[in-house]
């Protein structure tokens, strides 16, 4: 896929007409702060499409992008980590499982996120399960890989393949842009 347009649309919390329209729809999930935005970013080629913070649940709703006019990237908030209430965290959460479960319009692909540096955590692999259990197209997008020391890169790329028991990983970097072609290619 070659990226030609990309633009903010909008945000939802709830049912909205957008999810109605018949446009394809690539879904980036993943923890607060993993990078979501930033990989959205990377792959359409525009710094500030998605915006981003390095305060951790900064994404509230679903957030939609148009690219080349005819296929929608939704940034979901963030799981696992909030400074907000237990009950906000909770609300967050049902929107995520809203959308991937009872979505009529499932999007076509779900780009799971994690921090490649980090590893895969517990909620990451919940997730990971959850997308199985929908019969979703999983990418696993291995983001931070500049962060890695290059003694633990082998280490760590098998690390995220066994916890999450898919080959299908592209080891990503928004800062180097590594990755970029081979997941845009996958898309």
Known sequence: MKIKSAKFVKGIVGSDKILEEN???????????????SVINTLAGVKDLAIS????GRTLQLNFF??????????????GYSKQS???A????KMIMWYLEYNENKPK???LIVDGNVGPTK???????????????VIVVANKMDKVK???????KREIVEKLGTENVVYFSSKTKQGKEELLQKI
Do not use: C, H
């Open 66 to 79: 148009l690219i080349n006019e005819k296929i929608y990237f939704v940034d979901l908030p963030g799981y």
């Open 86 to 88: 237990l009950k906000f």
């Open 109 to 111: 692909k779900v780009i």
């Open 123 to 137: 909620f990451d692999m919940e997730m990971m399960e959850l997308l199985r259990e929908n019969l979703y197209d």
């Open 23 to 37: 446009k394809l729809q690539i879904a980036f999930v993943g923890r607060s702060n993993v990078g979501k935005s």
């Open 53 to 56: 913070s390095s305060t951790p």
């Open 90 to 93: 909770e609300k967050m959460r």
């Open 150 to 156: 290059k003694s633990e890169l082998a280490k760590k």
